[in-house]
């Protein structure tokens, strides 16, 4: 495994892969900055955002959607020409976190509690939301860590993480709509860890990162078995995307924790 980038992050987070220009984007949630990184050349952009940002995405038209705290952007990564598209979440209680585009282009993005789960009894709960051509809608409702999307390779299944319940859940998507309907859940989390973000490979199965896991684990989608696990330098493992020729590499993002001096980097770890 190869620590290829590492700026002080205390939580970094949401790495995605820009095939056409062979990039991975991730952002610093609480230091609100959006990083481009050429994994190749180590050549590194930055782009501040406006508060804490939760995610960002690319759109078919190669440019950014960001989920900041002050509102959902487009920025082009050429230029960093910015355009506030809307606000989908109004409490500030709330906060963005991951999210992504489904098959069509709708953005979807969910939010949780500015506080710590771990740490307070009470917290605001949160939503995932669609979103698409000034057109928005609330999918799920009492959340309390909105994590992990992905959809199934007949776009016909959405995989949803809320964290707290250390599964993955199922559910029927319709692309022509957009709506959604719980079907089952398909992992369990076994052992100390919290499932955080995900992604889906090649042949269909999901990799889940594991908060205080260590570890990035493939899960199976139709058995819930456990394929291959990655083990990760350090315990707070917040999320993984494929990218690479023939999306052989796994890139996997990480937040500080005490004693660790690894914490809020990213990492590459080539499959075989």
């Known amino acids: 495994m190869e620590l290829i980038f590492h ?50 995405a690319l759109n078919k038209e190669g440019n950014l959607i960001s989920a900041e705290k002050e509102g959902i ?48 009894k009470e917290i605001v709960k949160g939503k995932l939301f669609s979103y698409i051509n000034g057109v928005q809608k609330v999918l799920l409702n009492d959340l309390l860590i909105s994590n992990g999307i992905g959809f ?30 719980f079907e089952k859940h398909i992992v369990n989390i076994d052992g100390p860890g919290w499932p955080d973000g995900m992604c889906v490979d090649l042949d269909g199965h999901i990799w889940v990162a594991e908060w205080e896991g ?27 995307c494929l990218g690479g020729d023939n999306l052989r590499d796994l890139y996997i993002t990480t937040a500080k924790s005490e004693d660790n001096l690894f914490g809020g980097g990213l990492f590459r770890e080539t499959l075989i």
């Not at 990564?77 to 585009?101: A, H, V």
């Not at 990035?216 to 999320?239: A, F, H």
């Open 7 to 56: 700026a002080g992050s205390s939580l970094l987070e949401g790495p995605i892969w820009d095939a056409n220009n062979k990039l991975v984007y991730c952002v610093s949630i609480e230091q609100g900055i959006i990083y481009q990184i050429n994994p190749q050349s180590g050549e590194v952009n930055s782009f501040s955002t406006q508060g804490s940002v939760g995610c960002v």
């Open 73 to 120: 952007f487009e920025i082009n990564p050429k230029t960093k020409e910015k355009i506030y598209l809307t606000q989908l979440e109004t409490d500030i209680n709330l906060r963005y976190n991951d999210g992504r585009f489904d098959p069509v282009g709708r953005f979807l993005v969910g939010t949780k509690s500015e506080k710590d789960f771990f740490l307070e």
């Open 152 to 181: 199934s390779h007949n776009n016909e299944k959405m995989y949803f993480i809320d964290t707290p319940t250390k599964k993955v859940a199922q559910y029927d998507y319709n692309l022509e709509t957009g709506d959604i309907s």
């Open 214 to 240: 260590n570890r990035v684990r493939k899960w199976d989608i139709n058995t819930g078995q456990v394929l291959d696990e990655i083990i990760v330098p350090c315990p707070r493992v917040t999320s993984c």
